[in-house]
Structures are given as structure tokens and as C-alpha cells.
């Protein structure tokens, strides 16, 4: 079976290191230690329009700062297919066609659809939930079917979406005794951890918490944000709490085996250092100051190859232009397919001239 791998964001701002941890790093380890006959990475204009309908500038101001931030941590054209989803034609016609196959009640129970209506107040105005947003499921099927893919690297909030994917894919095929369709699985960053926090504790990291940091972040920024994040006061010498501690959430996160050598080389490792934490003794400042230089170690490269690509945007621009070129011949031929499955291909079809003359024939 071809292995085609496909994932993308919506650009609604610059990307954080949730996105990293979730899903960036795990896309840039499949694109240089896997075999695959395509990546794609799209931006998904298209969705975020979804719930920013009034604020297209948003969406394009965003464009081009997600794409650098995809160059930033290493994906390269080389290796991997960038397009715009708005370009390619054919996501809203299978689109369409998908939307015959999902019953209202269950495009509604999908679980990150509806933890989202609430988070966005949709439920509770009279401005009430915008179609094209409880659709956009049936559109992220779209999306990962028209291009055959089967490999997702997504966060895990992304499971409900994969999962309607496969049951549109199973109802396709059955309903159209076709076997066009792929059935795609989820592939989950390697760390335990794959869902950062916000800077704040929410459980989310997000834009509009105002709680991110960006992998563009400067390091005075980054230096910042690391010394609000709140931590449960008391003395030093009392017990750390481990649990729900925001510092080793990011510390599992983002420390790599030579981390303590750098920085702490009183500890080996993080388990040493947790150990210790607990026991208590150890100043939630000292642990700041040690993440902060894991931070930065991180990001320091990230954040200088961005700049660099900065000075480069026209570069950058047709890099995504003839990406999303290969990508329409793709979709098209997937529709075509879509299409001849479902017998409405009538001018490409030869034998559908021939069914409706011999029709007639008959009449003679
Ligand atoms: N829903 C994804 C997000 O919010 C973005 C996305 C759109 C996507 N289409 C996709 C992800 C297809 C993977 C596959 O991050």
C-alpha cells in the first residue's frame, strides 16, 4: 500500500509550541526518517474561514507566517507538498457529495465540533452555529481522501475528525461498491506528552487565551513567558507538586539527553530532577531559569532559519504555488474517480453514450 501522509493548519496565526509538540516535530521526523511515496502539509484556509467568515484578513495575513513557520522547523519542498486549500477546486465538490452520506445528528455529536461550539459561544447567541463550520468535518474528509492518505499527524484532538473520516470512507465505498477510498489513521507525536498547556495552566494553548508561546518568539519574549507561568506558591523547602505542574509538563516536552549537562548538571536526568522536586528544596525560579535555556535551545535555530526564509518570500510564495499545483492534479484525478464510482462521469465515460443511445434505440 502507498504510503501518503497528509496534515495541515488552519492560519489563523503564527504557530505555538503546542503546535510543535503536537504534531510540527512529529511531521519533521516523518519527512527525514520515514520512507513515503507523498507528504503533503496543507494550509487550511478554506476551515478557518469557517469561524472567521467576517475576518478574512485574518486568514490572509496568516498565510505566509505559517508557511515560514513550517520552513522554520525544517520541512523542506524537497521533501514535502505545500498547497493552499482555498486552490484546490476539487475539496468542496467531494465535499458535496460527502455531505449525501453523514446524517445531521452525527456531524453534531462529533466532540471536538462541539467542545468548539461552545468554546466560540456559538450555542448561546442568537447568531447561532454557521453551517459551513458544522461541516467542516465532512470537509476535512475531503481534504485527507481527495489526496488517498492514509498516515495523519495530528494532535489527538484531531481523533473525532479522523474517525467521521473513516466512517465517510467505509459509507462511500459501500454505497458506491467502489474501492476509491482510503481509510487514514492518526499518527501521534512519539512523546508522552503530546498536549501542551497554556503559559496560564489552561489546558488549552491557544491564541485567543492569549497564553502561547510562539516558535517565533523572541528571547526576551520566550524568557518572559516562561517566568509568568503560575505555579502552586510555597516555601521552597516544602514538597513540589509534580501534578498538574505546567514547568514539567514542558520540561518532559522539550528536554533532551544533554539538556542537564548544559544547564543543570547537579541532575542526570529529568527523572532525577522530578525526584528531587518533590522532595522539595528546589525554587520553582531555578526550574524557570532551567526551562527557559531548554526553551531557547529548542528554539534559537527555529527562530533563525525563519528569518532567514523572511528575506525570501517570493521564494516562499512559489514554493507554495507549484506544491498546490501538484496537489489540484492530484485531487482532480481522486474526483475523477469519485466521480466514475458514483456513475455521474458522463463525458468521460465512454460506455454512457452508448447505455443511453441503446436506450432509444429501442423506440425506433
Ligand atoms: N482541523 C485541523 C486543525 O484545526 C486542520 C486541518 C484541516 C487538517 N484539514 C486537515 C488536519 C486534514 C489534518 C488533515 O488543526
Not at 514554493?319 to 458514483?342: D, F, P, Q, S, Y
Amino acid at each position: 500500500m502507498k504510503q501518503i501522509i497528509l496534515t495541515g493548519d488552519r492560519p489563523t496565526g503564527r504557530l505555538h509550541i503546542g503546535h510543535y509538540v503536537g504534531s510540527l516535530r512529529e511531521r519533521v521526523r516523518l519527512q527525514n526518517e520515514t520512507e513515503y511515496d507523498d507528504l503533503y502539509v496543507m494550509i487550511a484556509d478554506a476551515q478557518a474561514l469557517t469561524d472567521n467568515s467576517g475576518n478574512p484578513q485574518r486568514v490572509r495575513d496568516n498565510i505566509v507566517e505559517v508557511m515560514l513557520d513550517y520552513l522554520a522547523v525544517g520541512l523542506v519542498p524537497e521533501k514535502t507538498t505545500f498547497f493552499i486549500q482555498s486552490y484546490i477546486t476539487a475539496l468542496p465538490e467531494i465535499t458535496a457529495y460527502y455531505m449525501n452520506l453523514v446524517s445531521l445528528p452525527r456531524l453534531l455529536r462529533n466532540p471536538t465540533v462541539k467542545s468548539e461550539i461552545k468554546m466560540r459561544g456559538f450555542d448561546n447567541n442568537n447568531v447561532g452555529i454557521p453551517v459551513g463550520f458544522a461541516n467542516y468535518p465532512i470537509s476535512q474528509a475531503a481534504d485527507i481522501t481527495a489526496f488517498k492518505a492514509n498516515l495523519i499527524p495530528v494532535g489527538d484532538d484531531q481523533e473525532p475528525m479522523l474517525e467521521q473520516t473513516r466512517e465517510i470512507v467505509r459509507s462511500f465505498n459501500r454505497t458506491y461498491h467502489a474501492d476509491v477510498l482510503v481509510e487514514c489513521k492518526s499518527v501521534l507525536a512519539a512523546d508522552v506528552c503530546t498536549r501542551l498547556p497554556g503559559t496560564d495552566g489552561n489546558a488549552k494553548m491557544s491564541k485567543s487565551l492569549g497564553n502561547c508561546i510562539y516558535i517565533s518568539d523572541e528571547p526576551s519574549e520566550i524568557k518572559k513567558k516562561v517566568n509568568s507561568i503560575k505555579t502552586f506558591p510555597r516555601a521552597i523547602e516544602e514538597p513540589g507538586i509534580i501534578e498538574g505542574n505546567v514547568l514539567f509538563v514542558y520540561l518532559k516536552a522539550f528536554c533532551k539527553p544533554d539538556s542537564f549537562s548544559k544547564y543543570y548538571p547537579e541532575f542526570e536526568n529529568l527523572e532525577e530532577l522530578t525526584e528531587a522536586y518533590r522532595k522539595g528544596g528546589i525554587g520553582d525560579g531555578t526550574i524557570k531559569k532551567f526551562l527557559n535555556s531548554v526553551i531557547q535551545d529548542e528554539l534559537t535555530p527555529i527562530r533563525e532559519k525563519r528569518k532567514e526564509w523572511e528575506q525570501r518570500i517570493p521564494e516562499v510564495l512559489e514554493m507554495l504555488r507549484r506544491g498546490t499545483e501538484k496537489a489540484n492534479m492530484t485531487a482532480n484525478t481522486t474526483l475523477l474517480e469519485i466521480k466514475h464510482a458514483m456513475g455521474i462521469d458522463y463525458y468521460e465515460d465512454p460506455s454512457f453514450l452508448s447505455e443511453q443511445e441503446l436506450k432509444y434505440s429501442k423506440n425506433k
